[in-house]
């Protein structure tokens, strides 16, 4: 998940120093994860990777085996995202589920159910904020980030293969300022978890301009209309259950930049050269997976 812009300001004190309470919240939601919750529900990501979503994976030797790295990856399958849970079993197999990392969620999960977020946290999930995502990575951990949000996650399935960011460039930033490698992640067929048909969030933005509220009081961004578990046809960005449908995942070359610091992420023209070339990259790695997959199959 993207960075929100309304979360982008933060409260800081005169010598632009965190305020001790959003540190308070940094330390709380970063010592939620809890490892051994994680080894628990092994087993059931195991039998959903094995034989519902049937998962063929590769590039995992691209991931060094120690230090910090910005998993950056491209939503699909709507709010149920099953290529992003399969990855992450995919990681805690490999690497174990005491090695950190962290993923990225929009804050408004917790407005909508503190409970889900609250169960979230302890995989791993975090409030997408830059200060957040800094913090995690002075843990040492690795970060997990789809910047595409909600835009990306409902996209239509005529753009299934299409790597769709939004213009949302934090996560460049936050590289740059790091100083750590990018490490794109894709898949093919988890966006045919559901059918994305069109996106009405227009029409629905007329009608809450004259009167209609918004569920939670959260303008979401999108409207999809979407065929799929288990509401048949449903109208809204509401949760979903995945189709069965093989998932093929894929880790990508490390993309690193020229520059890095803190210059290079204040430099507006860098990074949205360095934001091109990953999204240019991503694209074409997808390519490569689809035309892969098609042939496998």
């Known amino acids: 998940m993207e960075f929100p812009k309304q979360v982008e300001k933060i409260s800081v004190s005169a010598d632009n120093t965190l305020t001790s309470e959003f540190s308070k919240k940094i330390h709380h939601s970063l010592t939620q994860r809890d490892a051994q919750f994680i080894e628990s529900l092994m087993p059931v990501w195991e039998w959903f990777y094995r034989y519902y979503f049937q998962v063929k994976t590769d590039g995992w030797h691209h991931i060094p085996t120690t230090g910090k790295v910005l998993l950056v990856g491209s939503h699909n399958g709507g709010m149920a995202s099953p290529d992003l849970i399969m990855m992450m079993y995919d990681w805690f197999s490999r690497f174990g589920t005491e090695r950190l990392v962290y993923g990225l969620m929009h804050p408004s999960a917790w407005k909508v159910s503190p409970e889900i977020a609250g169960l979230a946290q302890k995989f791993g999930a975090i409030v997408a904020h830059p200060k957040m995502a800094s913090a995690a990575f002075d843990r040492g951990a690795s970060v997990l980030v789809y910047p595409g949000g909600q835009y990306d996650m409902f996209r239509p399935h005529s753009q299934r293969h299409k790597i769709h960011f939004a213009d949302h460039q934090g996560f460049v930033k936050l590289a740059l300022k790091q100083e750590v490698p990018i490490i794109p992640v894709i898949s093919v067929g988890a966006h045919d978890s559901l059918i994305v048909l069109c996106d009405c969030y227009d029409f629905v933005k007329q009608l809450h301009q004259w009167g209609l509220p918004w569920l939670y009081q959260i303008d979401p961004g999108v409207f999809p209309i979407y065929l ?34 803190r210059d290079a992420a204040r430099d507006r023209n860098y990074v949205n050269a360095c934001y091109e070339i990953v999204q240019s990259q991503m694209q074409e790695e997808l390519n490569n997976l689809v035309r892969d997959s098609q042939k496998s199959s």
């Open 228 to 261: 799929g578990l288990p509401w048949g046809l449903s109208i809204g960005p509401l949760p979903n259950i995945p189709l069965p449908v093989q998932i093929h995942t894929r880790v990508c070359h490390p993309i690193t930049f020229e520059r890095y610091g």
